[in-house]
């Protein structure tokens, strides 16, 4: 006796395929990625499309921004303060700002203020325009038109400006609670205009002339003055009065200041704004007014010195004259006394010292006035008196040593000396001062004024389409692999077979053909119209293909089988169940089979539409034998088949379909054909499907691909399994067309294999 082989071996192979499915499971299959991508190039292409057109309307909806420059050279700022003193001090107290000190200087109140006020940047006066895209249509048709006209109105709006318009106001006083406020200006005609405020007129006035208005309740009056008005009548205009805080801030905004290289003193200041023009005069009067500022401030620094000079002059001179005198007094009473060289030697030593040491102290004095006590230049000069003191103290023992003739004549004529030497030079630098205070410059210098840019450097056009372009394209694929991981239908045929233990007879393409069929299908039909169903229309087209092969596995498949039903449904509505009947009829037909279509579901039935047939005189009144077998069939000849329609929809579909004589009806037509389809209602949404399974050899479940959740499919085949139906297979339908040969799943191959013409 042969011994049977062993299982072991079997199993030992099974184990290992499904072991090395499982790692193929995990791996990332890149050509699945970019099949998945191709396959959603639909949804790709329409959010880069969409984001393409709003980067494209930004780009010229965007208000252009235009850019001015100018050029400052910051000079070393020496200090003309006692400027007969370097050689005294040794270059010590000069001076130097530095140039981040400049720039914060321009950016100051003081600067930007004055700015503001020069060129009533705290005014805003702007034509006002339709929302959104309405600033972009006047800037297209000023475009187009001719220089200094004013466009028409469109869309019969004239209170919107729609390209030409523009207004100059000088003057425009509000109560302060009004400020930051909008407030309209309504062209009446080209000389006179009105002021509305919360839809109320509050001024009337003219071009050229200030117009003012003391309101009721308000302390300040409303005044305005309008140099220039070009606009239609009834244009309306946007003024705003910003308060000084809210205009320097976005004038700072909108400066921009900075070194021209390391170390070179030349500033670069650039203003950006929707105007070329305003951008150029912002720039210059900035550049004018901080040149004003630094020759005022220098002349300030001299006028300053001259005033401590001036006040120290005439006290120099009293006691250059107190000790002339006395001098003179005591060599009259004393008689001329010569001194020898010695005492000479000390005189002037001594004279050298105390008119440096008086010197230092009036420097001292000067810098007192800017400066503490504990600034470095005070420290540095207490130091030089100390010294200076210390040897003037040394040159007083040697005087002391002298006889007392020679030391009353010695400190007499130092007197007169150390006076006569300070009152002298302070004498030249007093007018050395009054000469550069008069030619003052200051050391800021204006290199290049700002002219009028050619081309915004705002918005970039090209920059933004391109940005716009490549954020689209990856909100598409991030939408792409997002839809994908939203979804939880089941998109391999393989996860059927291995979760629910169910073959899967054949897995079926979607077609574009069907889709045309569809819409065809809507339109009335007319009689003698032929069916329209797939598998007469293209013969060739894959789905048809596939239920072939379905065809040729149910042929193996009935082999066995106690009748010859097919029952066809499906877990939900709207997967094709009945396409695939209705085709895989026609495709049993074609292989020489006698086919009987009979359309099972009388809740929503509609294949009598595909059939160009009505619903009358069928399945319902057979049942309830209002009608003969006879007359319930239909021939099909164009599709070689015989059809059974619903019939009048009963009220009650599952007690119709209990009732034996349904089945008495279907193993009457089953002797007479050689195979009857049956198109049930779907298995989760009414018990039909349950009661005519049982009366059928065979049911085949059709799934849309993506369409239904394990737990759904699981569901469906439990409850047809309770209910004693034989499931024998899968139909895996509206497989979607992917970009590689292998289809919706690892395991879907389709080819294209037409005959030749």
């Keep these: 006796m042969t011994r049977p082989l062993s299982d072991t071996p079997l199993d030992l192979s099974r184990t290992h395929l499904d072991h090395a499915s499982d790692l193929e499971d995990d791996e990332i299959d890149l050509g699945e990625l970019l099949g998945m991508l ?3 190039k639909g949804l ?13 309307a930004k780009s010229f909806l965007d208000q252009p921004i235009y850019k001015a420059d100018g050029l400052l050279q910051i000079k070393e700022n020496n200090s003309q303060s006692m400027a007969g003193l370097e050689a005294l001090t040794g270059g010590f107290f000069e001076t130097k700002t530095p140039v981040q000190a400049e720039i914060e200087l321009i950016k100051s109140r003081m600067i930007l203020g004055k700015t503001i006020s020069n060129l009533h940047l705290d005014i805003i006066a702007e034509p006002k325009f339709f929302p959104v895209v309405g600033e972009a249509i006047a800037r297209q048709l000023q475009r187009f038109s001719e220089e200094d006209t004013i466009s028409n109105p469109l869309f019969g709006l004239p209170q919107y400006a729609w390209g030409g318009e523009s207004i100059q106001v ?24 009105t002021l509305i405020y919360e839809d109320e007129v509050i001024l009337d006035g003219e071009v050229g002339k200030l117009a003012s208005r003391q309101l009721e309740g308000y302390q300040q009056p409303v005044k305005i003055f309008v140099a220039q008005l070009r606009a239609r009548p009834d244009t309306q205009f946007t003024l705003i009065r910003r308060s000084q805080g809210e205009a320097i801030r976005q004038l700072k905004e909108s400066l921009s200041i900075a070194e021209v290289g390391k170390g070179t003193g030349i500033l670069g200041l650039t203003v950006e704004s929707p105007s070329p023009e305003e951008a150029v005069r912002i720039v210059n009067e900035i550049a004018n007014t ?45 008689g001329s006394i010569d001194l020898d060289l010695e005492t000479q030697n000390i005189l002037t030593g001594a004279v050298e010292l105390n008119t440096q040491l008086t010197l230092l102290q009036q420097k001292r004095d000067e810098l007192r006035q800017r400066f503490t006590e504990s600034h470095p230049n005070i420290i540095a000069i207490d130091k030089q008196i100390n010294r200076l003191q210390t040897q003037l103290s040394a040159y007083d023992k040697k005087i002391g ?5 020679q030391q009353a004549i010695l400190r007499l004529s130092r007197d007169v000396k150390v006076n006569t030497e300070l009152y002298t030079t302070l004498l030249n630098h007093a007018q050395t001062i009054r000469v550069a205070k008069a030619g003052t410059v200051g050391n800021v210098r204006i290199i290049d ?49 291995k979760s629910l233990n169910v073959p899967v007879y054949a897995a079926i393409q979607h077609s574009k053909d069907q889709k045309q069929i569809e819409k065809k299908l809507k339109s009335r039909a007319s009689p003698g119209d032929p069916p329209l169903l797939l598998a007469l229309e293209n013969k060739e087209d894959l789905a048809i293909e596939s239920l072939r092969s379905l065809r040729t596995t149910l042929h193996f498949a009935f082999l066995e089988a106690r009748n010859n039903i097919i029952m066809i449904t499906g877990p939900s509505p709207g997967i094709g169940k009945s396409f695939v009947s209705t085709n895989l009829a026609v495709v049993m037909a074609d292989a020489g089979k006698k086919i009987l279509l009979i359309d099972g579901d009388l809740r929503r039935g509609n294949i009598h539409k595909s059939l160009r047939l009505g619903r009358e005189n069928g399945l319902s009144e057979l049942i309830t034998r209002s009608i003969g077998l006879d007359v319930a069939i239909k021939s099909i000849p164009q599709a070689n088949i015989d059809f059974i329609p619903t019939g009048e929809i009963p009220p009650n579909p599952s007690e119709l379909l209990l009732h034996e004589r349904f089945g008495q009806l279907l193993e009457t037509v089953s002797k007479q054909y050689d195979l009857v389809i049956v198109d049930s209602p779907p298995v989760l949404a009414a018990t039909d499907a349950a009661i005519i399974g049982r009366l059928a050899s065979a049911t085949l479940m059709v799934i849309k691909a993506g369409a239904h959740p394990v737990r759904e499919l699981e569901q469906s085949m439990k409850k047809l399994v309770q209910a004693g139906v034989d499931l024998k297979g899968a139909i895996f339908n509206n497989i ?15 080819y294209q294999y037409r005959s030749e013409k």
């Design 38 to 40: 191709a396959d959603s």
């Design 449 to 497: 004024y700002a002219l009028v840019p050619d081309l915004p450097v705002r918005p970039k056009k090209l920059l933004i389409i391109a940005i716009a372009l490549v954020t689209g394209l990856i909100l598409g694929i991030v939408a792409a692999f997002l839809r994908r991981s939203l979804s939880h239908g089941v998109k391999d045929p393989d996860v059927i077979e």
């Design 170 to 193: 000088d003057t425009l006083e509000l109560p302060n609670s009004w400020r930051d406020r909008e407030i309209i200006l309504q062209a009446v005609d080209e000389d006179r205009f």
């Design 736 to 750: 979607p067309e992917a970009s590689s040969r292998h289809g919706y799943g690892q395991y879907v191959y389709q």
């Design 44 to 56: 790709i292409i329409t959010i880069t499309l969409v984001v393409l057109l709003l980067g494209v």
């Design 290 to 334: 901080y040149l004003q500022q630094n020759v005022e401030q220098k002349s300030a620094e001299s006028q300053k010195t001259l005033e401590f000079l001036e006040k120290q002059l005439p006290d120099l001179k009293e006691q250059l004259e107190t000790a002339t005198t006395t001098l003179n007094d005591y060599r009259t009473h004393k």
């Design 401 to 405: 040593s002298l006889p007392e003739t």
